[in-house]
């Protein structure tokens, strides 16, 4: 069952973020739905990695209310395949940039085995406990070859502080373990580069100012605004780090390497 300061911090918010664009201006559309998942310079590099071009079909697994996507189509010219369970949140997407979204999860994502031509997955993996089955749901749907980039959050020693709900950071290895069993080459990965410009800043915290005069009573954000306060301390105190990724999926001529539990 999902957590409800889960639906608070990635559906609550996403409706209110997408009222708060259509009153304030569609170009704060893509800084405010890249909050808390990617910077320009980070969206940059992976899809540079990934090597993105025009017309290829890019699914965005866990896509939110579809920034990083729209960035993707704006700036590269992907075919942007969304995939988002939350309800508000997949609405968001389809009221601010039109986009075609999959009602799913990563562990049963409905498209054709090999049917696409780059991933990416941005923030979406901390928040499952079963990241195995949403990689190999991934590995399935790519074409052999394919790109896949990650923005991962990664855990560094003992956790003093307490995770945000429904939050499961991965140790490097981990991570670079998961990747291997579910047929994936780790290519390459850097720390998140820099800071995102003053003008993409600005735009997402003037949406985030208008979503809390308007919603700062509710329930649903005070649980969403605790979930960020705790990732703060945690980026504070150096136990969580912004990872990029780029990996590819192996050829049918590597099979995927037996679950845990069936070793």
Same mark, same amino acid.
């Not at 003093?160 to 429904?166: L, S």
């Not at 979503?211 to 980026?235: C, I, K, M, N, S």
């Given at each position: ?5 889960? /639906? ?30 990617? +910077? ?12 993105? +071009? ?21 700036? #590269? ?20 940039? %039109?986009?075609?979204? =999959? ?8 498209? @054709?085995?090999? +049917? &696409? !031509? ?9 928040? /499952? ?15 052999? !070859?394919?790109?896949?980039? =990650? ?7 003992? *956790? ?8 499961? $950071? ?10 291997? !069993?579910?047929? $994936? ?6 720390? *998140? ?13 003037? &949406?985030?100012?208008? /979503? ?14 605790? *979930?960020?306060? @705790? #990732?703060?301390?945690? #980026?504070?105190? %150096? ?23 069936? @070793?």
């Amino acid at each position: 069952m999902t957590a409800v300061a889960m /639906v608070a911090e990635f559906d609550d918010v996403a409706g209110w973020t997408a009222d708060a664009v259509e009153q304030l201006g569609e170009r704060h559309a893509i800084p405010a739905t890249c909050r808390g998942s990617a +910077s320009p310079a980070a969206l940059a590099w992976l899809a540079e990695a990934c090597e993105l +071009s025009p017309g290829i079909s890019l699914l965005d697994v866990g896509a939110g209310a579809g920034g990083p996507s729209a960035w993707a189509a704006e700036r #590269f010219g992907v075919r942007p395949i969304l995939l988002e369970p939350m309800p508000a949140a997949g609405r968001a997407a389809a009221r601010l940039f %039109g986009l075609p979204i =999959l009602a799913a999860d990563g562990r049963r994502i409905p498209l @054709r085995t090999g +049917s &696409v !031509d780059a991933a990416w997955c941005l923030g979406m993996l901390c928040t /499952v406990q079963d990241k195995a089955a949403v990689l190999e749901e991934i590995h399935r749907v790519l074409k052999p !070859d394919a790109s896949l980039g =990650l923005l991962v959050l990664l855990a560094h020693g003992p *956790q003093t502080h307490p995770a945000p709900e429904g939050s499961y $950071f991965p140790t490097e290895r981990e991570l670079s373990v998961l990747l291997d !069993d579910t047929g $994936f080459e780790l290519l390459e990965q850097i720390d *998140q580069p820099g800071e995102a410009p003053l003008s993409w800043s600005r735009r997402a915290e003037q &949406v985030a100012a208008f /979503v809390a005069t308007r919603h700062r009573t509710d329930p649903a954000y005070t649980l969403a605004a605790h *979930q960020g306060e @705790r #990732f703060t301390h945690l #980026f504070a105190s %150096g136990q969580i780090a912004v990872r990029l990724i780029h990996a590819i999926s192996r050829s049918a001529g590597h099979p995927l390497k037996p679950r845990m539990e069936e @070793r």
